[in-house]
């Protein structure tokens, strides 16, 4: 028989039903994108279970439900580690899933704590701080020009033209805002202003490769190059994705530090890297995606797919072996750094 896969995720719609913003739900994904995902897995070869998001899946496990494995792409809600919930409970039950473990999905949605590793590991990254509080302004001792955004956030949220700062006043003014509406800390580093790269990214530790890489460009040249969130809501018209070309050099350098910061982060099966270039044009790491959105047309990792020529099947199929891969090998696979 066919392996089970069942299917974790958060639902815009059902989220908007209960009276969260759109803002609240902006990671979720749409029905369509699930369905996608569904008819794709199915092609692959497998059976298909919807689950639906945690919550349902605690009440799924507790009844004593099981699956061969779990695809998740449930982005959670509240708090820095929000994304770890849906692994948690499946390591507690030993029901293999695919993306990292939930260790890695709290690490890496907290920025800060992100940029310590990758810091640690001597990889570039820009000097930073964390603004918990209004009087923690006053500890900042970085180079201006600076950008803001809350620690723990994606998609862009508390991202926009203001994000951008100038001299202390605005960075009073700008994190009072941030603290204010977020309810969590703001990181706060040195401005890049160069280029901007994501990378996606197939395998775990040392089998893992890079997929490709595409360049974010703004339309609009008459305003800071910032991938807010408008931006990335309305990237049809706003937003210009090519392959990086022009430069085989600079290609390299964004790819291999893509690469070994996805490596030593330890995420696995696929993910996405997120680069931009400092004054020298030297690329350094901004944050890391390990549960990338899907949707085949209009998510960062099926559109670096595309233009590398692999299909959205051979994706998520390339995805779900991975993930049985590791299944197999045994739980040492977690533990190992790179």
């Not at 092609?43 to 899946?57: A, D, F, M, P």
């Not at 792409?73 to 580690?81: D, F, L, Q, T, Y």
């Amino acid at each position: 028989m066919k392996p089970l896969v069942g299917l974790v995720y958060d639902l815009r719609s059902e989220y908007l039903a209960e009276g969260y913003s759109e803002e609240e739900v902006a990671e979720f994904d749409s029905d369509e994108t699930v369905q996608l995902l569904q008819e794709a897995i199915e092609r692959c070869g497998y059976r298909t279970e919807r689950i639906g998001h945690g919550k349902s899946l605690s009440l799924r496990l507790a009844a004593g439900h099981r699956w061969d494995m779990i695809f998740n792409i449930a982005e959670g809600i509240g708090g820095r580690c929000r994304e770890s919930y849906v692994p948690a409970m499946l390591e507690m039950y030993d029901i293999p899933h695919t993306f990292s473990d939930p260790l890695i999905c709290a690490l890496t949605l907290d920025k800060a704590m992100a940029k310590q590793w990758i810091a640690q590991h001597r990889l570039a990254t820009p000097a930073f701080a964390v603004i918990e509080t209004m009087d923690d302004i006053d500890t900042v001792k970085l180079t201006y020009p600076l950008f803001a955004k809350p620690l723990a956030e994606g998609t862009g949220k508390g991202v926009d033209q203001n994000s951008k700062i100038e001299n202390k006043t605005k960075l009073k003014a700008v994190c009072a805002v941030l603290l204010g509406r977020y309810h969590q800390p703001v990181l706060v580093e040195e401005f890049l202003p160069g280029r901007e790269f994501t990378v996606g990214i197939l395998g775990t530790g040392r089998e893992a490769s890079v997929l490709g890489t595409m360049e974010i460009e703004l339309v609009s040249k008459g305003e800071p190059a910032i991938y807010s969130y408008l931006n990335k809501e309305e990237c049809e018209s706003r937003i210009h994705y090519h392959p990086l070309l022009d430069d085989p050099a600079l290609k390299e350098k964004v790819e291999q530090l893509a690469l070994r910061c996805y490596q030593v982060l330890q995420c696995r099966d696929a993910g996405r890297v997120d680069v931009r270039c400092d004054g020298r044009g030297e690329p350094c790491f901004i944050e890391v995606n390990p549960l990338a959105g899907l949707h085949p047309e209009h998510s960062d990792l099926p559109m670096i797919a595309t233009q590398e020529g692999v299909s959205y099947d051979t994706l998520i199929g390339t995805i779900l072996k991975n993930a049985f891969k590791r299944a197999g090998a045994g739980s040492q696979m977690t533990w190992k750094t790179f």
